[in-house]
């Protein structure tokens, strides 16, 4: 099992960026795919990015298409959520997310390890 630690999260202006971190514990790490997710108050929880154990495959919700950048870095345990142009709908607590596989996983139910989430704010 890997244990998973967000950070980075804070108050932003409208048009500010922020990186979000996710540092897993354990020595497997390059084997789980990993996702972002958030949810804001009221609302269900909701893929924001994926990416692939290797790095090579991403996705994105379309909202944050363009704005968001998601990576990571096997040597160092962590996946990363660059944020870019943030709105005040981006606000919202977020969430990293774990899953052996190969693949880039989308649905929030095929996760089996999580966070315990960051929150970020996008004041307008």
């Known amino acids: 099992q890997v244990q998973l630690v967000e950070s980075g999260g804070g108050l932003v202006q409208a048009g500010g960026s922020l990186r979000l971190s996710c540092a897993a514990s354990?020595?497997?790490?390059?084997?789980?795919?990993m996702g972002w997710f958030r949810q804001a108050p009221g609302k269900e929880r909701e893929l924001v990015a994926a990416i692939s154990r290797s790095g090579k495959s991403t996705d994105y919700a379309d909202s944050v298409k363009g704005r968001f950048t998601i990576s990571r870095d096997n040597a160092k345990n962590t996946v990363y959520l660059q944020m870019h142009s943030l709105k005040p709908t981006d606000t919202a607590v977020y969430y990293c997310a774990a899953r052996i596989s190969p693949y880039v996983v989308l649905t929030p139910d095929a996760y089996t390890n999580w966070g315990q989430g960051t929150q970020v704010t996008v004041s307008s």
């Open positions: 354990g020595r497997t790490f390059s084997s789980y795919a």
